[in-house]
């Protein structure tokens, strides 16, 4: 195949920007290996997830309830946004007039592009203290649920609607021509046929929720402890390294970078179902 | 065009002669280290010290008031920064206070109670006294709002009221002093403590928070500053022997009048001028 020395050189520099990339991944997995090895080695793996409680200065590192309040309220914010992601989406795309389908998909967009620290905050002023008034002290699972939910939202519609609109054509046409009514049509053909495309985009949002720090971190409440019912304070594994980063030494702080590692390994997991998935569709 | 690069150039002039007219003793580098409480502080101080004295670098380095002390001894550094007095077995040092700390009891506004004893203080932090009621309030369930481990503030309070962090049934843990406010404006409930300049600058404000005063101690920035305030301790610097040289001069800098907007910046309260 003849190739031009433009598309060589093209080439080479795109070979070398993926590279980059690649290398800044795999420097970061190591750097975070490095600085929590003196601890992994020093105390051991198993006491983070077998330790009863989490008071680094006084040698007690029980990481196991912060891994499950991130688990919990990503996927209580999952739960949430999920239905109602999907149902935006197959309003947008099947029942709204062109210009409403428009509108929302723009107001959708939008909320995207809202900072993290802005739904933290609109948390922490409004909705902790209404969760406050009905079970004290507000700042919990269910506020971090809840302020997750809408940041995830978008994400959840957004990937929801591209896969509905890669549906192919010839699927819908066949379906009204059998004489299915579009609630059937859209409940047994369409959205079957856009499942793979919009788990992914629950798993890359459900990453997102894992991930997220600041917002969760002014409403969660951030006590460490396994919650008995939704309206109690837990901490997850990224609030954890936020609150005590700036100020934590020696096994302190090589801890956090434990919480780091575990909260990347979850992530990475995620993204690699998610990525399966895509390639699945792919290829069916 | 020409106004402006005449400008630029009569500023350039004006600079240069005015750094070098105080540069002709002050060169070197200073290694500071220790509390990172009085670490974000000196840090500022040392930018507006290398401002006025290009020639000198100031290095800030962190690792608690301990280190901060031993590297003062053994020389590692020329300055130890720790986040309280001197012990008594480390008088053979030099400890040269530039600011105190100090930290209050915060409620919000409607709260009915405005004195707690020490007593009251513990039973309230370690979750004996659940309910208002027992500590003389209105009846409503008590929200602990607790600082996250390492922060200065915690350590403070701690070592004031004789706990433990692990004794304390914290409702809420918060990082800065900021988030702590915003979390007890919203539930009238809670209780928690903050530095004192910071609680004072959002009273000011009109926050509906209040400070509640601890074994009849009102809490206030004067206080603190006559060091008649028992929950405040100072921050110092540490050297091997009486300051000379640049760590002399660095350390009347920090000291000065002119630091006083930094040191409230940090939410800290001068010394006495």
New interface residues.
């Given amino acids: 195949m003849y190739r031009s020395k433009v598309d060589g050189y093209v080439g080479t520099g795109l070979a070398m920007v993926g590279g980059v990339c690649t290398l800044l991944v795999l420097t970061i997995a190591l750097f975070l290996l490095r600085e929590s090895w003196s601890v992994v080695q020093g105390v051991g793996l198993r006491r983070f997830l077998t330790d009863s409680a989490w008071n680094p200065t006084e040698k007690r590192f029980g990481l196991a309830p912060m891994l499950l309040a991130s688990v919990a309220t990503a996927i209580g914010a999952i739960v949430i946004a999920a239905p109602l992601g999907i149902g935006s989406a197959i309003y947008s795309r099947f029942y709204a007039g062109r210009q409403a389908a428009r509108i929302q998909r723009a107001i959708v967009t939008l909320m995207a592009g809202i900072p993290s620290v802005v739904f933290g905050l609109w948390g922490l002023v409004a909705l902790v203290p209404l969760i406050n008034k009905i079970m004290p002290p507000g700042t919990s699972l269910l506020a971090a649920m809840l302020v997750l939910a809408l940041m995830i939202l978008p994400t959840v519609a957004l990937t929801a609607d591209a896969a509905l609109a890669t549906v192919p054509m010839p699927l819908q046409q066949g379906a009204a021509a059998l004489g299915l009514s579009r609630e059937a049509m859209i409940a047994h053909v369409l959205v079957p046929a856009a499942r793979s495309g919009i788990v992914a985009g629950i798993l890359l949002s459900l990453g997102r929720a894992l991930g997220e720090t600041m917002a969760v971190l002014m409403v969660a409440g951030n006590v460490v402890q396994v919650p008995t019912s939704v309206f109690e304070p837990v901490r997850t594994l990224t609030a954890n390294v936020a609150l005590e980063m700036a100020y934590a030494v020696g096994d302190h702080r090589a801890s956090l970078f434990v919480s780091g590692l575990a909260l990347t390994l979850i992530v990475a997991a995620l993204a690699v179902a998610s990525w399966r998935l895509s390639e699945a569709r792919s290829h069916g | 065009m020409l106004i402006d690069r005449r400008m630029f150039f009569i500023g350039a002039v004006a600079l240069s002669t005015s750094t070098r007219a105080q540069t002709t003793d002050l060169t070197g580098r200073l290694v500071i280290t220790g509390s ?1 409480t009085v670490a974000p502080l000196v840090l500022e101080i040392g930018k507006a010290f290398e401002k006025r004295h290009p020639r000198v670098r100031i290095d800030v380095q ?3 008031s301990s280190r901060g002390v031993a590297d003062a001894r053994s020389g590692l550094a020329d300055i130890g920064m720790a986040s309280r007095a001197l012990f008594d077995n480390e008088r053979d040092l030099f400890g040269t206070p530039i600011a105190r700390d100090g930290i209050c009891l915060v409620a919000h506004k409607t709260n009915a109670v405005s004195d707690l004893t020490d007593e009251q203080v513990k039973a309230l932090f370690t979750g004996k006294a659940a309910d208002w009621q027992e500590v003389g309030g209105k009846p409503g ?1 008590v ?1 602990i709002v607790n600082k ?5 503030t915690l350590e403070l309070f701690l070592q004031h009221y004789k706990l ?3 004794d304390i049934k ?6 800065d002093n900021a ?1 702590g406010i ?2 007890i ?3 009238p ?2 209780i928690g403590y903050v530095s004192i300049g910071s609680a004072e600058f959002e009273v000011s404000q009109g926050t509906a928070i209040k400070l509640v005063s601890s074994g009849g101690v009102v809490p206030s920035s004067a206080a603190v500053q006559a060091g008649t305030f028992p929950l405040s301790r100072p921050l110092t610097l540490v050297t091997k022997q009486a300051p000379t040289g640049l760590a002399a001069a660095f350390i009347a800098f920090a000291r000065s009048s002119d630091m006083h907007p930094l040191v409230k910046e940090q939410f800290f309260v001068p010394l006495q001028s």
């Fill in positions: 990172s962190t690792g608690g369930r929200t996250a481990e390492g922060r200065s433990k962090n692990s914290a409702s809420v843990v918060i990082g988030q915003k979390t404006v919203g539930n409930g809670a």
